[in-house]
């Protein structure tokens, strides 16, 4: 714990699957979106073979979301 090494992507795509069980399609879309842009984009955890810690990959999805 605390040492900045999860990869956040499934965390953001469980949300996106409970958005859509409630109903809150475009949110769901948004949010899958997002980590599909973070990633095509070249934002990796180390266990994706990038650099990027758990904070930094969150903060390169969160990005990606809408307003």
């Known amino acids: ?27 769901a879309e948004a949010m899958e979106a997002a980590v599909t842009t973070a990633l095509d984009g070249g934002a990796k955890t180390r266990d994706l073979v990038g650099t990027l810690g758990t904070a930094a990959m ?6 990606h979301l809408p307003r």
């Open 1 to 27: 714990a605390g040492q900045d090494l999860a990869n956040p992507v499934g965390m953001f795509l469980s949300t996106a699957l409970l958005c859509r069980h409630l109903g809150w399609e475009p949110e």
């Open 58 to 63: 969150g903060k390169a999805i969160r990005a």
